[in-house]
């Protein structure tokens, strides 16, 4: 089955800086990939997405790139706000009806720390 | 819109005693989950429902059990808390299961001692 590793575990930027988080999947089947942030005592949010037939996607300060050769993909976030601090998944899915291969696998989560 | 909505909040069990988390949505999605998260753990499904009338174990299913009540509730059981099983559970819905946004609850978190 699907396996999704992200890296870093932790990660602390200044204000204004850029943060990066990585993930790799291991199924190459895969074909949806998103983003999730969660802020603490709460559920997990999504805050950007991106399909396989697509390598770069944008919503203003944040942005998703996709290598599917390599199987990674990947969150960046610029200009990084203190509002940004929270917890971000990375997730991938298969995409075919019936059975587990449509359910999102997790990576473990990235705590994202911005410091004023 | 109230969205997903889970209940309870919080709650302590005793080891051995039951209960039963609540989930409901509001969005007439398809399908929906229970996921557990635990610290360095990320959020592992534990059932799953694609549609109504069916559910399916996903990667955690052990020691829990569920039901679909109809479209829009879903509830998880656990027959005989375990300390294990302390965790944050939370439900989420999708239109469909394949390739959609997921939509989270706020979370029960679980104490079992």
């Known amino acids: 089955g699907e396996n999704v590793e992200q890296h870093p575990s932790t990660l602390s930027v200044q204000e204004g800086d850029s943060a990066v988080i990585k993930c790799t999947y291991s199924?190459?089947?895969?074909?949806?990939f998103p983003w999730y942030k969660q802020e603490l005592g709460k559920g997990p949010q999504l805050i950007i997405d991106?399909?396989?037939?697509?390598g770069e996607k944008k919503d203003q300060r944040i942005a998703v790139t996709l290598n599917k050769t390599a199987k990674h993909f990947s969150l960046h976030i610029t200009e990084t706000q203190p509002e940004d601090s929270a917890v971000y998944f990375c997730?991938?899915?298969?995409?075919?009806?019936?059975?587990?291969?449509?359910?999102?696998?997790f990576g473990k989560g990235t705590k994202l720390s911005v410091k004023p | 819109n109230a969205g997903v909505t889970q209940t309870p909040k919080f709650q302590v069990l005793k080891t051995g005693q039951s209960m039963t988390l609540q989930c409901a949505q509001d969005?007439?999605?398809?399908?929906m989950y229970w996921y557990r998260q635990d610290p360095g753990m990320g959020l592992r499904l534990i059932y799953y429902?694609?549609?109504?009338?069916?559910?399916d174990k996903g990667e955690v299913p052990n020691g829990y059990n569920v039901s679909r009540l109809n479209k829009r509730e879903f509830s998880l059981r656990l027959e005989s808390a375990a300390p294990s099983q302390t965790s944050v559970y939370f439900c989420?819905?999708?239109?469909?299961?394949?390739?959609?946004?997921?939509?989270f609850g706020q979370g029960t978190r679980l104490t079992v001692v």
């Open positions: 989420a819905s999708t239109v469909v299961q394949l390739n959609t946004e997921a939509f």
């Open positions: 199924d190459s089947a895969s074909n949806y």
């Open positions: 991106i399909r396989s037939n697509v």
């Open positions: 997730a991938a899915s298969a995409g075919r009806y019936g059975g587990s291969q449509g359910n999102l696998i």
């Open positions: 969005m007439n999605h398809n399908s």
């Open positions: 429902s694609a549609s109504e009338g069916t559910t």
